[in-house]
């Protein structure tokens, strides 16, 4: 992450809960500006006045409209939010269902204990993917693992240059046309140059398993800003 302080918005229904999240994202960046919404409707008011770096997004509002259709508003917009899903349920399908909307993570609101989910957090904050076992499969980084997993550094991988500048947007849930736009090049060069060359590296065919395998090793990617100056 940047050296600025974030802009956070906890979209959750319940005060009580949301108060409780609030306490656990101040305590893991203490410098961040929280900003707060009940609703849909707060949400897209929160969004279109102030520039948000973290989505924390309840699944499953008490509206007619919930935290996977504010994912969509913002996937729409084309806006450069990293989403993160909350929820009580792990099933996987539902899991993927929000991979594929656009969600950079996915954490279990029902998990064990506060340290659990904070540690949750602090993947979210350094950059990483956090994802329920029900996803990653055994042995990955789930809440029922007492560690986390040994960190991998992408570019001990071979995921250097405009590669790890398409990887770090790609995990923010960006479509191609984002990414394309962000990185000042063609969205045919991310589709058919950069996108095959990482599935190549992780042995995936699909951008949902390029997340699961980031969150399965523990990779942090750097924001574009922070990127080594290489050749490219």
């Known amino acids: 992450m940047t050296d600025q302080p974030l802009t956070i918005l906890l979209l959750e229904d319940q005060s009580l809960v949301r108060a409780g999240m609030r306490a656990l994202v101040q305590i893991s960046e203490p410098h961040a500006h929280v900003l707060e919404a009940a609703s849909y409707e707060e949400a897209v008011a929160q969004a279109e006045s102030t520039s948000i770096d973290i989505a924390f997004l309840d699944i499953d509002l008490k509206d007619s409209r919930s935290g996977l259709d504010f ?12 989403a993160i899903m909350l929820s009580g349920r792990a099933e996987k399908d539902i899991v993927m269902a929000c991979l594929n909307e656009g969600a ?23 950059g990483s993917i956090y994802l329920p076992a029900s996803v990653i499969g055994r042995g990955g980084f789930s809440p029922a693992l007492p560690a986390a997993p040994v960190p991998v550094s992408p570019e001990s991988l071979g995921v250097t240059g405009r590669a790890l500048e398409v990887l770090y947007y790609v995990c923010q849930g960006l479509p191609n046309k984002s990414i394309a736009r962000n990185m000042g090049i063609e969205e045919g060069t991310v589709r058919k140059d950069y996108l095959p060359k990482l599935f190549r590296i992780f042995k995936v065919v699909r951008r949902t398993e390029l997340l699961i395998e980031v969150s399965r090793r523990g990779i942090a990617i750097p924001q574009p800003a922070l990127l080594p100056d290489t050749v490219r």
């Open 71 to 82: 994912l969509r508003w913002l996937r729409v917009r084309e806006l450069d939010t990293r």
């Open 104 to 126: 950079s993570g996915y954490i279990l609101k029902d998990m064990e204990s506060d340290g659990v989910f904070r540690r949750a957090l602090d993947t979210v904050f350094q």
